[in-house]
């Protein structure tokens, strides 16, 4: 079978502090999490990712009202506080029961880009803030309004202020910028913006495939994870039928 090649994660190479931001409410999921771990018992994920070759952009219209509704307020924020809004795209080339929305948006002085995250599906929802400064030596700098999910290589500079709205957390970046004297971040234009995004999350798949926290899926368990995320659309379509 040809095609891309997806990638899944590995829970038992998960460490215990990774375990424990997933699940930081809850320690007894941790608890549970933690103890797969230790028996190296393996869980089906189902979500798969590959590496990127362009963005999956999509319009405002193809935007449901409920995920609008959602992203527009805090797309507001950004503007209000500088940032200059570029197009969304979709997570259309994963395997995943999340659906996924991101809006693009550039920095008012072209040194960062901004992603506004949206991900949802019937049991959660989340809205996330992410500033990136990719720099000409490979290191990148990143400010997020959302906690850690994942250890970084050491070449990515990371701080979460979980919870800041978008002008506390583009101050914050721009100080972090300026402190930052080692390399000159790449500036960022609208021709460009799609590329830097690109490497980032490639550099960021091929970083957890190396340490091997990511792990190739064969060509039967795609299969086997397309007919599950089947099956579940189909439950779900059965649990809320359209009028």
């Known amino acids: 079978m040809s095609g891309p090649a997806y990638y899944k994660m590995d829970n038992v190479k998960l460490s215990v502090r990774e375990l424990r931001w997933m699940f930081p409410n809850s320690?007894?999921?941790?608890?549970?999490?933690?103890?797969?771990?230790?028996?190296?018992?393996?869980?089906?994920?189902?979500?798969a990712t590959t590496r990127l070759d362009k963005l999956e952009r999509i319009e405002e219209t193809q935007l449901d009202d409920s995920l609008r509704n959602e992203v527009t307020p805090i797309?507001?924020?950004?503007?209000?506080?500088g940032a200059v809004f570029q197009f969304y795209f979709s997570n259309d080339g994963d395997l995943s029961d999340v659906t996924k929305c991101f809006s693009v948006l550039i920095g008012h002085d072209g040194r960062c880009v901004v992603l506004v995250l949206y991900a949802r599906n019937q049991h959660f929802s989340e809205l996330d803030v992410v500033c990136f400064s990719k720099f000409h030596d490979g290191s990148l700098l990143s400010t997020s309004n959302k906690a850690p999910s994942f250890h970084v290589p050491p070449n990515v500079y990371q701080e979460s202020l979980a919870g800041a709205d978008p002008q506390t957390l583009f101050e914050r970046h721009s100080q972090r910028l300026c402190a930052f004297k080692t390399a000159q971040p790449l500036v960022v234009t609208p021709v460009s913006v799609e590329s830097i995004l690109v490497d980032i999350m490639n550099s960021g798949l091929d970083e957890k495939v190396a340490r091997g926290l990511f792990v190739k899926m064969s060509d039967a368990e795609v299969e086997a994870l397309r007919e599950r995320l089947k099956n579940t659309v189909q439950r779900c379509d059965a649990t809320h039928p359209t009028s």
């Open 27 to 47: 320690f007894f999921q941790f608890s549970i999490a933690l103890l797969l771990k230790i028996l190296r018992v393996r869980l089906k994920i189902n979500t």
């Open 75 to 81: 797309l507001e924020k950004c503007r209000a506080a």
